[in-house]
């Protein structure tokens, strides 16, 4: 199994999923047209790393801004993790948001009580 690497552009956020290192991360922006095209190639590798998932996994989320379709993208992601998470392994989520986002704050806060999972919600300086 490969890692994952998918560069960020103007309306797709990076993936880099690491399955040497268990760290991953989902950064920038989604706001693409066809979410679930861009997503499913992520799902499908969350899916595969679920059945042989290292002793611990972090994922790492900072999202910028996302659309309404990438927001069930991302929660059908963070469940595939979830579900790792469920079976008892070591996975930390952490969600991080800018400074005064307060839209990207709450989302973080939803996720986690969708999910019933604690995740690591803490404020960083914009960029």
């Known amino acids: 199994m490969e ?31 066809n979410s679930l095209e861009f997503y ?3 799902l499908d590798w969350v899916e ?4 042989s998932p290292l002793e611990s996994t972090i994922l790492n989320i ?20 979830a579900n790792i998470y469920n079976m008892g392994n070591n996975v930390v989520f952490n969600w991080h948001y800018e400074k005064n986002d307060e839209e990207m704050l709450e989302a973080g806060e939803n996720f986690s009580e969708i999910l019933g999972i604690p995740f690591n919600i803490s404020e960083i300086e914009a960029i």
């Open 3 to 33: 890692q994952l690497l998918l560069e960020p552009k103007a309306k797709t956020p990076l993936v880099h999923f690491d399955n040497k290192t268990g760290v991953m991360f989902l950064k920038g922006m989604s706001c693409s047209e």
């Open 40 to 42: 499913k190639p992520v």
């Open 48 to 51: 595969r790393y679920g059945k």
């Open 62 to 81: 900072e999202f910028k801004y996302f659309n309404t379709s990438s927001a069930k993208c991302i929660l059908d992601v963070l469940e595939k993790f």
